[in-house]
């Protein structure tokens, strides 16, 4: 059963995948999207924090081809510092969710009975909980960093992973393969790393290419609060945020952030569903 899962993984999901336009577009963008962002420092003459108070707020032009901010900042390069951020924040906390989620999903899903639910009554309590006070709460208490808002959303993000891999685990501890790795011996533990845990990735891959962008939008949402990303720093929530507020001045610093979050989150998402249907045995079948 995993020799199978490995080679729907690297083969047939692939040759699905490729056949999804909007899905390779997604990857494509998402790519270039990466690239831009760690080669930033070297594509840009321009630095994200130097101002220019003589240039000022100003249009779109072959100087700038995104147009300044009202400290005569680069748009497009303040953009493009803002990526690693936004990019980052999607990544790591989905990083976060993704290794607490996968671990308590499969231990509740396994172990099954009194321990089950009390495992899923937490996630319940912690699901009723409004995240952005819970979030809140966490800067107030330990203060502001990058550091602690990957903690804080990945701290929320989890919840509905370790319910999806409950799920799965579920089923897959009724499979004979389970059964004979106790019989040879196998501790529990063992058997959730070894068969539970690698059988539910499929399920797993695909949610995590969709909580990203709900992560992005997260950190975007935070920024635009102003409980985010911190001046002089960048990120997309944070010049969207700068951009609402001088919309009828300046739309360009509006329009520009708002495009580019837009595409990530288009791509990712059209990635994700790319990825659902490549790893649906019925259409892979077909």
Not at 12 to 28: E, R
Not at 98 to 116: F, N, T
Not at 193 to 204: A, C, D, E, M
Not at 212 to 226: A, C, M, W, Y
Request: charged content about 15%; overall charge positive.
């Amino acid at each position: 059963m995993i020799r199978t899962y490995k080679s729907t993984l690297s083969g047939d999901t692939w040759v699905q995948l490729k056949k999804n336009k909007a899905a390779m577009l997604g990857l494509i963008i998402l790519i270039l999207m990466i690239v831009i962002a760690v080669f930033t420092p070297w594509l840009t003459p321009y630095s994200y924090e130097t101002q220019n108070l003589a240039l000022g707020a100003s249009p779109p032009s072959m100087a700038h081809w995104m147009g300044t901010d009202v400290l005569g900042r680069d748009l497009m390069t303040r953009i493009m510092y803002g990526s690693r951020v936004s990019l980052m924040v999607g990544f790591v906390a989905t990083i976060v969710a993704l290794c607490i989620g996968v671990l308590w999903g499969a231990l509740a899903g396994y172990l099954g009975g009194r321990a089950d639910m009390i495992m899923m009554r937490i996630v319940d309590i912690l699901y009723a909980l409004p995240f952005t006070i819970f979030i809140i709460l966490l800067m107030v208490i330990f203060g502001r960093s990058m550091l602690l808002m990957f903690a804080a959303i990945g701290a929320v993000e989890w919840l509905t992973m370790a319910r999806i891999v409950r799920a799965q685990v579920q089923s897959i501890k009724q499979q004979a393969f389970i059964e004979a790795a106790r019989t040879i011996g196998l501790s529990d533990l063992e058997i959730i790393r070894r068969h539970v845990i690698p059988n539910t990735l499929g399920p797993v891959i695909i949610y995590t290419t969709l909580t990203i962008p709900n992560v992005i939008l997260l950190e975007s949402f935070l920024s635009f609060l102003g409980l985010g990303i911190q001046p002089p720093n960048s990120s997309w929530g944070l010049l969207i945020s700068y951009g609402v507020e001088t919309m009828e001045e300046y739309p360009w610093l509006l329009i520009f952030p708002g495009i580019t979050l837009s595409l990530a989150l288009f791509s990712l998402n059209f990635l994700g569903d790319g990825l659902r249907d490549a790893m649906d045995p019925r259409i892979s079948k077909n």
